[in-house]
């Protein structure tokens, strides 16, 4: 794996650069430098909650915050890739391999590196809306790419995906949380 190929690829796909995607499509050579930039975008954000979350004082909190974040990000991943990949080739005329998708998507994630910054008060919040847009345009044209859509189809694959995804994300995030709260309660209970 080679670090400086992947990082001229984060750039290159937060530049927008559709010939990247397209070169990333047919080129399985970037599979695991895809996987490592959702790898490294999720441990960035997750490291910006940590801190974040040390800020408050809560350093259990913002360990186990860590940890979800950092799975989630990958889970959440791998999640978006399949279902747009459903979505994409059975109901917005999509035509292509997941393999192909999971590369373009992974790269599509490069934006999101900017969530390092969402331990900044007041700033971060408006950064992470900033690099959720940029990476949900980054994702229509991975999409676009790595299925051979039109503007239109990739539009409605991205959303419709990632509505789903949302849904998803934000149950199993709730359910951590009930847990969680759960089990603070029965450990205060035996205080």
């Not at 996987?35 to 408050?56: D, H, K, T, W, Y």
């Amino acid at each position: 794996m080679d670090f400086n190929r992947i990082i001229n690829g984060m750039i290159r796909a937060a530049r927008l650069d559709k010939t990247f995607y397209e070169e990333v499509r047919h080129d399985t050579s970037y599979t695991q430098d895809a996987l490592a930039v959702v790898v490294l975008v999720s441990f960035i954000g997750a490291l910006g909650g940590l801190i974040s979350g040390l800020s408050f004082g809560s350093v259990g909190g913002a360990i186990l915050g860590f940890i979800v974040q950092l799975i989630m990000g990958v889970v959440g991943y791998y999640l978006w890739v399949y279902i747009a990949h459903f979505v994409g080739t059975r109901f917005f005329k999509g035509a292509g391999e997941v393999g192909e998708v999971q590369r373009a998507f992974g790269f599509a994630y490069a934006p999101q590196a900017l969530n390092i910054l969402s331990a900044i008060p007041c700033a971060g919040v408006l950064v992470g809306i900033v690099a959720w847009i940029w990476s949900i345009a980054a994702g229509f044209i991975a999409i676009r790419q790595s299925l051979g859509q039109d503007d239109t189809n990739a539009a409605l694959t991205v959303v419709v995906s990632a509505i789903v995804v949302f849904v998803i994300v934000a149950v199993v995030t709730g359910i951590f949380a009930a847990v969680g709260i759960g089990a603070a309660a029965i450990g205060g209970a035996f205080k």
